[in-house]
């Protein structure tokens, strides 16, 4: 109705006489969902469940008040997000050998798990892990994408064939780079997890911590992805109806190859936002792998 996009539903019912009609034909429909959104955080706006999910204007919406103003994510050329600005750089294994029998055992333990291989370890790990040699559980949780949670999860099958590996081939481990120091980041770590838990707004968890909402999404993927479970579920009931979750979970489930985002930007770039389709990405991690 806004954009003046005319369907057949729309004809049927005279939508084109309608005061709004056409308002904001210039803009697209990315953006306007966008502002829709936004509308229904901040409570101008609601889902009515009983009404096949329509919108509506609420009680706060109508009180002829202009809204206060509020910034709306610009759209993106998804052509150039292979920058390596979103994407973590791509780790170039040194022992194809290894590299392949971790591929193999990664793929009998998502068989065993039902998950799928990628929601085990991901590419950048398992090639970490041919390049590093991680012996023990303790190294295992320092490659990148791993964590405690993660390696004690799946960790011991895929330790104990490196160090099977190592012994048969004699080789002498990277001692530096098995022992790389990493970053301490668990106080950040908790204060997130205890907020989620509370159900802040991510707004507030953000400024909190001094952190732009891109920096608390980050945060949140390192966590996750280490292997604990987030339950943000409260964040995206609001800005997200059921059907695109598991619309989103579906393809990643049986359709990803490497569950990136790049690959949920090519399948539904043109449907959601990225910070949208980073969140449910981070859900379906959260849920099926941890």
């Keep these: 109705i806004l954009r003046g996009s005319m369907t057949a539903i729309l004809s049927q019912n005279n939508a084109d006489q309608l005061e709004n009609w056409g308002k904001h034909k210039g803009k697209s429909e990315t953006h306007l969902r966008a502002v829709i959104r936004q509308g229904i955080i901040r409570h101008y706006l609601e889902k009515n469940i009983e009404s096949y999910g329509t919108v509506q204007v609420t009680e706060k919406g109508n009180t002829r008040k202009l809204p206060k103003a509020f910034q709306v994510r610009k759209e993106l050329d998804y052509t150039t997000l292979n920058s390596g600005v979103n994407e973590t750089k791509k780790v170039v294994a040194m022992d194809q050998g290894l590299l392949s029998i971790l591929k193999d055992l990664r793929k009998k333990i998502a068989n065993s798990k039902d998950v799928p291989p990628y ?8 090639s970490e892990m041919a390049t590093i040699y991680p012996c023990t559980l303790d190294e295992l949780k320092n490659i990148q994408g791993v964590g405690e949670g993660k390696a004690k999860k799946f960790g011991h099958p895929m330790v104990e064939a490196i160090a099977a590996y190592v012994e048969e081939n004699d080789i002498d481990r990277p001692q530096d780079m098995v022992f790389k120091s990493v970053a301490n980041k668990s106080a950040l770590k908790v204060y997130i997890i ?4 509370r159900k802040l707004p991510f ?5 909190a911590k001094g952190l732009k909402m891109a920096q608390l999404i980050e945060e949140m993927e390192s966590i996750v992805l280490s292997g604990t479970k987030i339950n943000f579920d409260y964040y995206l009931e609001d800005i997200m109806d059921e059907d695109s979750i598991e619309e989103v979970f579906d393809f ?3 359709e990803c190859e490497e569950g990136s985002m790049n690959e949920l930007l090519e399948e539904f770039g043109d449907d959601y936002d990225e910070q949208e389709l980073q969140l449910l990405r981070l859900k379906f991690f959260s849920d099926v792998a941890n």
């Design 194 to 197: 205890q907020s989620t838990d």
């Design 203 to 207: 707004d507030d968890i953000a400024s």
């Design 252 to 254: 990643l489930t049986e």
């Design 119 to 126: 929601a085990v370890f991901a590419e950048n790990s398992l």
